[in-house]
């Protein structure tokens, strides 16, 4: 369809217009006059070849260079084409972009092991994350964090416990984080058949782990990497994101054996497209592609910069400043470093997920143009499930039977102490969204009904984490003649978090010195530890002594952290008997682990640890006690593409409480002529069982799965011979372990 220029001056009237950073006024249709492109009638792929084909290779640059949170992509003003900021940080909640409901951390989210919680989360998720852009795109906002678009989830693995980030992944297993970023990209997406909510970015990709900034920086770190590690650790959850569908992908700041993440065309190009067949954009990290060239040295100028990244693979460009290298694209393709065919190539998936978004649409047509915040952010429905999907993270460590609280005892005196006690900045994490003040409730809040006198002191200055400043005189008069101790104890965003590494699993500072203080002048009283951290902390003396009666890990719970916490601690309503599990190996001290730098796979993870951890993955009490009493595997030989059912009994035998069991399937090679897991988890699911009743797990477990790297040639085999199964609430063979029995049965691969 070729237009003249007066038709196109009666179709169109533009009003004034800037980039990046200026107002916009949409251009007005007259006379009815509309391109193909915005034919709802035609395919996807015509109407983005159309679009694209109408594009100068300066407005394509412009397309590419401006997806950063500070930027958006200008609009087009003689097409009609408006703006688009291309980012927001969605992980549990749309954070850092005005009042939205704050569900816990994801590293919780994980301890849940429970997909439909993900699930119903990332939906949530993603219905405020979409009214919160109809109301900006309504009134032509295109600021930070606006968008429809979203740079989460982070599925890297938590491969070490110094590094910052493992607070925002989904643990250490490369399964579990696969089965959680499947909930999550359908659960923010949508099941429209022609529009999604809002668009998944799964991050960081690839071998990005730590460090951040000890012993040195991610901006410049190389990881170096075995093609076996590679493939059966870091690329699984990524492949499952891909498979869950998924629009987008963000390349990290690492390089990975000697290339950066974000012009390493083996990564974006050999295996993420031409092996899994992702259609989606490459977003870079912000200023990952200015650290190929400053961080990295890899290339010499910005123009070369620009054209290893965009040959490599990467589609958008996330930079922290308005001139950001892919504005260069254009003097690139002029300079013959790159094509014209490539950027208009490259450009497309940033069209075809905004008309999946609807946006050049009729917005009748699409039902979640309809979404309006008034009506769904932070409302009663997402408030409940931000409480539920709290309890439901937190992991019972330790109980010498002093847990569940009697339901409707008041005690004359308690004590609520430590830096998180009443610290509504610690309760949060990173990447927070941020909720109105009238929903957070603190530890101290949640807990002042329970005695007639509630004693409050954080002994840390000022409730901070680090506790380099510590007030022991005022320990000892809040826990004197006091009838139980609750200690609040952890790290926080200031310790470990994006940019923050720690040296130590330490507890912070005085940390330590506060719990020994509140046993040592609380007399007899009872001790709870009740924990909110991401890393695994060296807590063996509360883990030993008696005194402390129970320890209860809640990573960053939210909102809601004082309502979630007494209703576990009193098991007091559904889902109030603990039941989340570690998603992560806590190892007894850090010489159990390489140094951060060494990406082996050696000593990391349950998968390849042989020492004996403080606590291990998949580890967690319940006030009740679970029996295994059957377990069922057929077929017991199996072939390439067979599927292995797994039928596991469990009951609740009490004493008197109704809980949730988390079944747990490991299985072990015994042929091990090519090098494998010592265990790996191969499915799981949360179970809700009545007391005094028993539930059938039904688990379908592909051959697939159970497949490993060999290197001559390459590729996954599934290797031939006896396999082990383990059914359980826990993995085999633990000291510290859950008073739930395990059982064990085989099958054959002929």
């Excluded at 603190?442 to 200055?461: D, F, M, W």
Aim: net charge negative.
């Amino acid at each position: 369809m070729i237009l003249t220029m007066l038709e196109l001056l009666v179709a169109f009237s533009t009003v004034w217009f800037t980039t990046s950073h200026g107002s916009y006024r949409s251009p007005i249709y007259r006379a009815g006059v509309q391109y193909p492109f915005n034919n709802h009638t035609l395919s996807w792929k015509e109407r983005v070849d159309d679009l694209v084909s109408r594009l100068t290779v300066d407005e394509i640059s412009d397309q590419m260079a401006y997806g950063g949170r500070s930027t958006h992509a200008p609009g087009i003003p003689r097409l009609g084409i408006k703006p688009y900021p291309w980012g927001s940080e969605c992980n549990r909640g749309d954070a850092e972009a005005g009042p939205a409901t704050s569900f816990p951390q994801s590293i919780g989210l994980a301890a849940t092991f429970s997909s439909e919680t993900l699930f119903l989360v990332a939906e949530a998720t993603g219905v405020e994350v979409r009214a919160k852009f109809n109301n900006y795109s309504r009134h032509e906002y295109y600021g930070e964090h606006t968008s429809a678009s979203c740079w989460s989830p982070v599925i890297n693995i938590m491969r070490d416990p110094r590094w910052g980030r493992n607070q925002e992944t989904y643990g250490e297993d490369p399964f579990l984080s696969g089965v959680m970023v499947t909930a999550y990209v359908k659960g923010l997406q949508g099941n429209h058949d022609r529009y999604i909510r809002a668009n998944a970015g799964c991050k960081h990709f690839d071998a990005y782990g730590g460090p951040e900034n000890i012993p040195s920086s991610r901006f410049s770190f190389d990881a170096k990497v075995t093609e076996r590690d590679l493939r059966m650790t870091f690329l699984p959850a990524f492949k499952m994101c891909v498979d869950a569908g998924t629009y987008s992908l963000m390349c990290s700041y690492n390089s990975v054996n000697g290339v950066p993440a974000c012009a390493n065309k083996r990564l974006l190009t050999d295996i993420l497209r031409d092996e899994w067949g992702f259609k989606g954009y490459v977003i870079s990290d912000e200023g990952a592609i200015e650290f190929i060239m400053s961080g990295h040295n890899y290339t010499a100028n910005v123009i070369d910069t620009v054209a290893a990244a965009v040959n490599a693979g990467t589609n958008l460009e996330d930079g922290p400043y308005e001139m950001t290298y892919f504005a260069y694209i254009s003097k690139a393709v002029a300079q013959g470093k790159l094509s014209e065919a490539v950027i208009r190539k490259a450009v497309k998936p940033l069209f075809y997920t905004r008309m999946r978004l609807g946006l050049f649409d009729p917005p009748a047509l699409n039902p979640y143009a309809s979404l309006d915040p008034d009506n769904v952010v932070q409302s009663p429905r997402h408030r409940n499930l931000s409480l539920l999907s709290a309890m439901q993270t937190f992991v019972l460590l330790k109980n010498n039977g002093f847990l569940p609280l009697p339901t409707g005892k008041t005690w004359n005196v308690v004590a609520v102490v430590g830096p998180f006690a009443d610290n509504v900045y610690g309760m949060f994490g990173g990447y927070a969204p941020e909720p109105d003040p009238k929903y957070v409730i603190t530890p101290r809040k949640g807990l002042q009904n329970i005695a007639h006198e509630v004693r409050y002191s954080p002994g840390c200055l000022n409730s901070d984490p680090a506790c380099n400043h510590y007030n022991n005189t005022d320990i000892a008069r809040a826990v004197n003649g006091t009838e139980i101790v609750f200690v609040f104890l952890g790290t926080g965003a200031g310790i470990e978090s994006e940019g923050n590494d720690r040296n130590s699993t330490d507890l912070p500072g005085h940390q330590l010195q506060l719990l020994k203080d509140a046993a040592e002048y609380s007399a007899s009283a009872p001790l709870v530890l009740v924990l909110m951290n991401a890393g695994p902390l060296d807590i063996s003396w509360a883990k030993q002594n008696p005194r402390v009666v129970a320890i209860l890990e809640c990573f960053f719970p939210a909102q809601a952290t004082g309502e979630a916490l007494r209703r576990i601690l009193f098991n007091d309503g559904p889902m109030a008997n603990p039941a989340g599990r570690l998603p992560a190996t806590w190892p007894m001290h850090l010489d159990q682990y390489p140094p951060i730098t060494d990406y082996t796979m050696e000593n990391r993870t349950y998968r390849y640890f042989t020492a004996e951890p403080l606590y291990p993955f998949g580890y967690g009490l319940s006030y009740s006690k679970f029996t295994y009493r059957s377990l069922d595997i057929r077929p017991t030989q199996v072939r390439y593409g067979d599927v292995i059912n797994i039928d596991v009994y469990v009951s609740n035998d009490g004493p008197r409480y109704d809980g949730e069991e988390v079944v747990q399937v490991y299985v072990q090679w015994s042929n091990l002529s090519l090098p494998s897991p010592h265990l790996q988890l191969v499915s799981f699911g949360r179970y809700p069982i009545k007391n005094g009743f028993g539930v059938t797990a039904h688990f379908e477990v592909p051959l697939e799965r159970l497949a490993v790297w060999s290197d001559h040639p390459p590729g996954f085999v599934t290797l031939k011979g006896a396999y082990t199964v383990y059914a359980g609430g826990q993995q085999p063979n633990q000291k510290t372990a859950a008073p739930s029995n395990l059982l064990t049965g085989t099958f054959v691969v002929i």
